[in-house]
C-alpha cells in the first residue's frame, strides 16, 4: 500500500481519493471546502490544513482541479508543490485541462527528477464511485508502469496516450466526439417519436444497427428508456452540460493548433454553449433532449 496525497475533493475527486482509502492505502487529502474534506475524514482519510501539508511523505499526489491555472498554481513557482517534492514521487493530475500547462507542469517535474502523468478521466460521477474509470495518461512509460498501481484502484480502463499533454489531447479527442454522438442520438429518437415511434423500441432497433453508440446503449437520452440514465431522472447528472461546455472548448484550441477543420466538433460547442445561456448548465449533457422536444 502506499502513501497518497489527494488535492481537490469534487465531485470527481471525492469519491475517487475514497476509493483509494477503501483499497487500503494511506490517504492524506485537502480541499478548500470543510464538507468535503469532512466527507472524506469520514472515509478514513487524514484532512491536512494546506496542499503542502497533504503531500509531506507522499510517494504519489493526485489532483483534481477545475483548470489549467489552478493546476499550475498549486505545482509550479518557489512555492508550488513540485518544489517540495522528493525525486521519488509521482504525480498524476487527473484534472481536465488545456494541454500545453499539462506539458509545462510536465516539464518542470521532469526538469527536478519527479515522474508526472496527466491522466484526464472519463466515465462522470457514477464512475468515479464504483471505481470504473478510464484513465487517459500522458508521460513516460517508466511512470505510467508506477501510475497504473494506483489508477488500477480508481478506474478500470488505464491507457498511455503518449508524452506529458497525451492524456488532455485523447479526452479532447473523446469528449468531442462523445457530445457529436449524444447530440445526433438525441435528433434520431426526437425524430422517430414526432413520427409515432416507441423511443424503446426504435432504441432498440438503432442498438441493433448502424447507428449502435455509447450514448445510445449506456446512457440513453430519452426519459424512461433506460432505468438508471440522467434522462430518467430529471437530467441530474451525471456530467454536467458546464463540463461539457468546458471540455468541448478545450476540445476547440486542440484543433485550431492541429490546423483541424472539427466544423461537428464546433456545432456541438454552439449547442451547448446555448444550453448554458438557457440555464441548463447544471442539468446532465443529456438534456439537448429536452431542448429538442420543447421545439415540438
Known amino acids: 500500500m502506499a502513501q497518497v496525497a489527494f488535492i481537490g475533493l469534487g465531485n470527481m475527486g471525492g469519491p475517487m481519493a ?31 490544513a494546506s496542499a503542502s501539508d497533504a503531500v509531506v511523505g507522499a510517494e504519489y499526489v493526485i489532483s483534481m482541479l477545475p483548470a489549467g491555472k489552478h493546476v499550475a498554481g498549486v505545482y509550479l513557482g518557489d512555492d508550488g508543490l513540485l518544489a517540495q517534492l522528493g525525486s521519488g514521487t509521482t504525480v498524476l493530475d487527473c484534472s ?28 462522470g460521477v457514477a464512475a468515479a464511485a464504483a471505481g470504473t474509470l478510464a484513465f487517459m ?9 508506477k501510475a497504473k498501481i494506483i489508477l488500477a484502484d480508481m478506474g478500470k480502463n488505464i491507457f498511455h496516450a503518449g508524452t506529458a499533454g497525451a492524456g488532455q489531447v485523447a479526452k479532447g479527442c473523446n469528449n468531442m ?3 457529436i454522438h449524444m447530440i445526433g442520438t438525441c435528433e434520431a429518437l426526437e425524430m422517430g417519436v414526432r413520427n409515432g ?16 453508440n455509447w450514448s445510445l446503449e449506456v446512457y440513453n437520452p430519452y426519459p424512461g428508456v433506460m432505468e438508471k440514465a440522467p434522462a430518467s431522472n430529471d437530467y441530474k447528472p451525471g456530467f454536467m452540460v458546464d463540463l461539457m461546455a ?11 493548433h492541429s490546423g483541424v477543420d472539427n466544423r461537428m466538433g464546433k456545432l456541438a460547442r454552439q449547442l451547448y454553449t446555448q444550453l448554458q445561456e ?13 431542448k429538442l422536444a420543447a421545439k415540438s
Open 137 to 145: 495518461c500522458g508521460g513516460e512509460a517508466a511512470t505510467f508502469e
Open 246 to 256: 468546458k471540455d468541448l472548448g478545450l476540445a476547440m484550441a486542440i484543433a485550431e
Open 197 to 212: 415511434l416507441d423511443p424503446k423500441v426504435l432504441s432498440e432497433i438503432m442498438l441493433a444497427s448502424s447507428g449502435r
Open 177 to 179: 466526439l462523445l457530445a
Open 18 to 48: 475514497s476509493n483509494l482509502v477503501k483499497a487500503g492505502h494511506t490517504v492524506q487529502v485537502f480541499d478548500l471546502s470543510e464538507a468535503a474534506c469532512q466527507q472524506l475524514a469520514d472515509a478514513g482519510a487524514t484532512v491536512a
Open 96 to 123: 481536465t485541462i488545456d494541454a500545453p500547462t499539462s506539458r509545462e507542469v510536465g516539464k518542470a517535474a521532469a526538469d527536478l527528477g519527479i515522474g508526472f502523468m496527466d491522466a484526464p478521466v472519463s466515465g
Open 278 to 290: 438557457d440555464g441548463m448548465g447544471q442539468q446532465d449533457f443529456s438534456s439537448v433532449m429536452q
